[in-house]
Nanobody, 124 residues
Framework: VQLVESGGGLVQAGGSLRLSCAAS????????MGWYRQAPGKQRELVAVFTSGGSRINYADSVKGRFTIARDNTKNPMYLQMNSLKPEDTAVYYCNAEIRQDLYPPNYRYLEVWGQGTLVTVSS
């Protein structure tokens, strides 16, 4: 199972970007899915995540009211709409998912999968 992000780039402060994350593979379902970011010299942190089977969303306080996580259904990509971007939003953004993958019945396993990351740079 793989996650592939896209949509990063360079934007001026106050601008917007939309990131996408697509999951590919076989015989899997997604338990949780979200976005994390890692700024230079800092630890990776949560940005926004679907929990409880997608029925709840948690946002980092620093992005509430500016970022929106969205997903139409489990078969479609997940998006992160980022508005009113600030220089402190500059980071590599990662897609993350906890996945259940079916093996030879009745076996299955849970995997935590990360995308390769996409760089977002916000200039002042």
């Amino acid at each position: 199972v793989q996650l592939v992000e896209s949509g990063g780039g360079l934007v001026q402060a106050g601008g917007s970007l939309r990131l996408s994350c697509a999951a590919s593979g076989s015989s899997f379902s997604i338990k949780t899915m979200g976005w994390y970011r890692q700024a230079p010299g800092k630890q990776r942190e949560l940005v926004a995540v679907f929990t409880s089977g997608g029925s709840r969303i948690n946002y980092a306080d620093s992005v509430k009211g500016r970022f929106t996580i969205a997903r139409d259904n489990t078969k479609n990509p997940m998006y992160l709409q980022m508005n009113s971007l600030k220089p402190e939003d500059t980071a590599v953004y990662y897609c993350n998912a906890e996945i259940r993958q079916d093996l030879y019945p009745p076996n299955y396993r849970y995997l935590e999968v990360w995308g390769q990351g996409t760089l977002v740079t916000v200039s002042s």
